[in-house]
Structures are given as structure tokens and as C-alpha cells.
């Protein structure tokens, strides 16, 4: 192997090991120079980020009914740059699992990425982290057991758009996994939204620990062997994802646990704002770009703090641990209730007697939206002839069947069906979904197919001024979140209506969580006294 005088590796070497292209034996001497050498890392990183993308690498699926050791192998489920996913069964303990098969065992024989991942959640006991069952070997490749998550990556569900109040609660709790994973001297190295899986029990656990490495641990041998083109470099991962790296991870440092830090607050700050805290095609102009400060118009500004902190240019800035960073973003959270909380303690008798006289002055804040629904004051509609009635959950429908005498309704969690009065059949819809209504009356009993069409999020706009107020009907107010509470002020009236202050100019969100399901966003406009 060619060398500068120094006793470095030749750039050309260096361009090599960075494209996976480099022999098992250059390879070695390689990796075992760049434990102790800071600048071959930075070159290295460098590099890579300037190599053209190899075409990728085709790869052969194991098909249905195929087994890896003793899984039965039912699906694929995705494919990465180190290895493919698949569904697979259990048989000996009939559940399901998810299995993941390197892809390319030709650059790294000693599959010693994959057995770091093992090593590594093996450690781990914890909710919020995808538990390993085995690490095996299958036709001469190795293979990995883990938990498999019915739902979606963390990435995905963002960008539905959910509310900032779920947004937070999902990254606390990939918080929480990577704070174990700490505890346990794991460094995760490459966290991102895309490595979050966020099960259908709403529950979020991290995964993909295959960068993972011993807490302030140097780069073991066999650390750059797998290949590293462009395209992963500038939008996927090169010994962690480009655009989630830490500024000391740029620069080819070792990583540590306030680098996952790091990742995680740029994360937090993408699925909030819809952009990262950073610009940059390459290591370099991201670098500058952290230098500058992050960018973090948008985020709340309780939270901004926290993530202005946790993305310090500097690690000894940053928080002195992920539980830390996570228990002062609790504790804002904590303090805006409290600040409703004492609101309404002090002034209640003030703020029920403004929504009286609001109400008694103008109407109800009309939003685009469904009014509330007064059961007592609806009169009921004819049955329907085609045989089905359709409502829309969190809607209650009033229905009049001639000498009505029982009602029954196949699932009761999805209506709620009883007789409300003579003749009268009253239908409330908890979720979304199809199930089926028998009535009898008199003599005759009737079969009916009830559809309740999900509420979905009721979009609306208010308009208010500083010190204005205005109520909101709701179908029942469970829960509410706002954006921003420096800019408006938002307090439950009784069972089914809110009371909205504006406090300073400005725009914001408010959802609305209403009894049987229900959601409303209403975007807020505060303009200036």
C-alpha cells in the first residue's frame, strides 16, 4: 500500500476503502491507522463525499415459504444498503418476527456491522427500543431476529402532519430509547426519524443500531467497510446520516452520546417546521451551515430553547445527557399547563362570566364546521329505504321508526344506538366503520347497515384581535393543544365549548379533540391591537 512520508495512506487508498472497493488486507492496515489518525478521518469523509454513486447492487429475494434457520420468511419489507428485511414466522413459538439478511456479505465477510447491531439492542431491555431474539447464520450469511413492529417509521407518520402535542410525545419516546441505549454505553451514531418505528399501539421504538459502537469507543476495524456512495452520503447515511450528523461527526471525530443528541433535536425540529435546522449538499457546507446557528423559526419557543441547546455547535454546550435534554422538554411542557391551570384558577369567575356575556352579545364563532349537536332539540329524520344509514363519528343522528319498541347494534364500538323518546331512534358515531342496526316495531323486525365515515381533522380559521376573545362550539372537548401559547390563550367552557383569547400578534394552531373521536384544527390568526 502506497503511503504519504508522513506514514498516511495514499488519497487514492483512502478514495478506495471510502467506495468499498478495497482489499480485506489494504482494508485492515486502513481502518487500524484511522483508530489513532484524525486526519485520515476527516480525508476519508471527505472523500466520500465527493465519489460518484456506483450503481446499486441488484438483490435476490427470498420468496414466500423460504425459510432463514428456522423462520418461515412471508414477505420482504424493505431493502437497505446493508441488508433486506423481511416478515417471517416463528414456528416454534407461532409469532411473527422481523428478519434482516445481509445483502452484500461480499464487503464485510466478517458480518461484523450486523453482529454490532446484535450486540448492541442485545443490551437493551427497554420499551422504546426494537428487542433482538437471535442473531444467526443461514447459507453462509448471517442473519438477524428482532421484534417485528405492525406500523410505520417515525419519518413516515410525520409527515401526515400530526399534531405538535403527538409530534413531541413520539420523539420523547424515541428519546427515552436512546437514553437507554446511553445508559447501557451504546452510542447510536446514525439516529433519524426513518430509524423510529412507531407501532399501531402508538408506541415508538428505536432501531437499526448497525453504527452503533461503545460510548467514546474509537473506530474498531472493519468501521468503513461497507461501501459508501454519494447518494448515501448526501441523503442517506455515511457512518450516520449526512444530514443528521453532528458537527464533531463531520469532521471524523469520534461520536458520543450528546452526538445522538444532536440528531435527535435536528429531527425534532424537521418534523415540527417541515425543514431542518440546517442547510448543506455536502460535509463541508453543513458544517458552515452549523457554524452559522440552527434555524428554528417556528418551533414554540419553550421548545426552541431546549433545541437551540441541544444543537450547540460545541458538545460541552449540549445538554449533559439525553435524559437531561428530555426532562427540561418535559418540564415546558408541564409549565404551559400550569399556566392554563393557575389562568383559570385566578380569574374563572372572570373568564365563565366573559363567555356569558360573549355569548350573549354575538353569536357562536361560526368556523366552517359542524355546530353542536343539541339532542334535545333535533327532530327526527325518516329511516332510510335503501336499508342503510350513514352518519360521521362524533355526529349524533336522530331517526323516527313507527312504533319502535328495541333497538339492538352489532358493534357497539363503532355506534352507539339507543331510543330516545317515542319512535325515536338516536345514533351517536364513536369510529369509523360498518357494522349493522335491528329494530323491531310493533310486530316487525328490521335489519339496517349503519356506515360511520371517520370525523377526520375539521380545518377552520378564526380570526381574532389582541384582547379579543371568542367561543368555539365543540361535539364534547376532551383534550386541546395550541402551537403557540404566547400568542393566544385557549381555556375549556363547560362541556362543549372553548374560550380563545388573543395575546399578542401572530399565527398559531389549535386542535381540538372532541368525546367519540372527533379532531378539529383551527387556524388561528391573531392581528394587532
Known amino acids: 500500500?502506497?503511503?504519504?512520508?508522513?506514514?498516511?495512506?495514499?488519497?487514492?487508498?483512502?478514495?478506495?476503502?471510502?467506495?468499498?472497493?478495497?482489499?480485506?488486507?489494504?482494508?485492515?492496515?486502513?481502518?487500524?491507522?484511522?483508530?489513532?489518525?484524525?486526519?485520515?478521518?476527516?480525508?476519508?469523509?471527505?472523500?466520500?463525499?465527493?465519489?460518484?454513486?456506483?450503481?446499486?447492487?441488484?438483490?435476490?429475494?427470498?420468496?414466500?415459504?423460504?425459510q432463514v434457520g428456522r423462520y418461515v420468511v412471508e414477505e420482504i419489507?424493505?431493502?437497505?444498503?446493508?441488508?433486506?428485511?423481511?416478515?417471517?414466522r416463528d414456528p416454534s413459538l407461532d409469532r411473527r418476527v422481523a428478519i434482516k439478511v445481509m445483502r452484500n456479505p461480499e464487503h464485510e465477510p466478517s458480518g461484523a456491522r450486523l453482529r454490532r447491531e446484535a450486540q448492541a439492542m442485545a443490551k437493551l431491555a427497554h420499551a422504546n427500543v426494537v428487542p433482538v431474539f437471535e442473531l444467526g447464520e443461514w447459507n453462509g450469511k448471517l442473519f438477524l431476529a428482532m421484534e417485528l413492529v405492525e406500523g410505520q417509521t417515525l419519518e413516515i407518520w410525520r409527515r401526515g402532519k400530526p399534531s405538535p402535542?403527538?409530534?413531541?410525545?413520539?420523539?420523547?419516546?424515541?428519546?427515552?430509547?436512546?437514553?437507554?441505549?446511553?445508559a447501557a454505553g451504546v452510542v447510536h451514531r446514525d439516529f433519524k426519524p426513518a430509524n423510529v418505528l412507531l407501532g399501531k399501539d402508538g408506541r415508538a421504538r428505536v432501531t437499526d443500531f448497525g453504527l452503533a459502537r461503545p460510548d467514546g469507543a474509537p473506530l474498531e476495524p472493519r468501521a468503513f467497510s461497507e461501501p459508501m456512495p454519494v447518494e448515501l452520503t448526501r441523503t442517506g447515511a455515511m457512518l450516520g446520516t449526512l444530514a443528521y450528523m453532528a458537527p464533531e461527526q463531520l469532521e471524523g471525530k469520534?461520536?458520543?452520546?450528546?452526538?445522538?443528541?444532536?440528531?435527535?433535536?435536528?429531527?425534532?425540529?424537521?418534523?415540527?417546521?417541515?425543514?431542518?435546522?440546517?442547510?448543506?449538499?455536502?460535509?463541508?457546507?453543513?458544517?458552515?451551515?452549523?457554524?452559522?446557528?440552527?434555524?428554528?423559526?417556528?418551533?414554540?419557543?419553550?421548545?426552541?430553547?431546549?433545541?437551540?441547546?441541544?444543537?450547540?455547535?460545541?458538545?460541552?454546550?449540549?445538554?449533559?445527557?439525553?435524559?437531561?435534554?428530555?426532562?427540561a422538554l418535559e418540564a415546558t411542557q408541564r409549565r404551559r399547563i400550569a399556566r392554563w391551570v393557575a389562568g383559570g384558577a385566578i380569574a374563572l369567575l372572570g373568564v365563565v362570566m366573559a363567555a356569558v356575556l360573549v355569548s350573549a352579545q354575538k353569536p357562536v364563532a361560526s368556523l366552517d364546521a359542524p355546530a353542536v349537536v343539541d339532542a334535545s332539540a333535533m327532530r327526527a329524520e325518516p329511516m332510510p329505504a335503501d336499508g342503510t344509514i350513514r352518519v360521521t363519528a362524533g355526529v349524533v343522528k336522530r331517526l323516527w321508526i313507527p312504533g319502535l319498541a328495541r333497538v339492538a347494534v352489532g358493534d357497539s364500538e363503532i355506534s352507539d344506538v339507543s331510543v330516545a323518546g317515542e319512535n325515536v331512534l338516536e345514533i351517536v358515531g364513536k369510529r369509523a366503520g360498518h357494522t349493522s342496526v335491528v329494530a323491531t316495531s310493533g310486530t316487525e323486525t328490521k335489519r339496517w347497515e349503519l356506515e360511520v365515515a371517520p370525523a377526520g381533522p375539521t380545518r377552520s380559521t378564526l380570526k381574532l384581535r389582541v384582547g379579543n376573545q371568542e367561543v368555539i362550539d365543540t361535539v364534547g372537548t376532551e383534550k386541546l393543544a395550541i402551537g403557540d401559547p404566547d400568542i393566544a390563550d385557549i381555556k375549556p367552557i363547560g362541556e362543549r365549548q372553548v374560550l380563545v383569547v388573543g395575546m399578542k400578534a401572530g399565527s398559531t394552531e389549535l386542535t381540538i379533540w372532541e368525546v367519540g373521536g372527533g379532531r378539529r384544527q383551527v387556524a388561528i390568526d391573531v392581528a394587532g391591537p
Open 1 to 66: 500500500m502506497s503511503a504519504l512520508p508522513s506514514g498516511c495512506p495514499d488519497e487514492n487508498v483512502l478514495l478506495r476503502v471510502a467506495l468499498g472497493t478495497s482489499a480485506d488486507a489494504e482494508l485492515a492496515l486502513v481502518e487500524a491507522h484511522l483508530d489513532t489518525c484524525d486526519r485520515c478521518r476527516r480525508t476519508l469523509v471527505a472523500a466520500a463525499s465527493e465519489v460518484a454513486s456506483p450503481p446499486p447492487r441488484a438483490a435476490a429475494s427470498l420468496q414466500h415459504g423460504e
Open 77 to 88: 419489507l424493505g431493502v437497505g444498503g446493508m441488508g433486506v428485511v423481511y416478515a417471517a
Open 165 to 182: 402535542e403527538l409530534l413531541v410525545q413520539a420523539f420523547i419516546d424515541a428519546g427515552r430509547g436512546l437514553a437507554a441505549a446511553h
Open 254 to 327: 469520534p461520536a458520543d452520546a450528546r452526538s445522538d443528541q444532536f440528531a435527535w433535536c435536528i429531527g425534532l425540529a424537521e418534523a415540527l417546521t417541515g425543514k431542518r435546522p440546517f442547510d448543506g449538499t455536502d460535509a463541508a457546507s453543513l458544517h458552515a451551515s452549523i457554524a452559522r446557528g440552527p434555524r428554528l423559526d417556528g418551533v414554540p419557543t419553550a421548545i426552541r430553547r431546549v433545541l437551540a441547546r441541544g444543537l450547540s455547535i460545541d458538545p460541552a454546550s449540549r445538554f449533559p445527557s439525553m435524559d437531561a435534554l428530555l426532562d
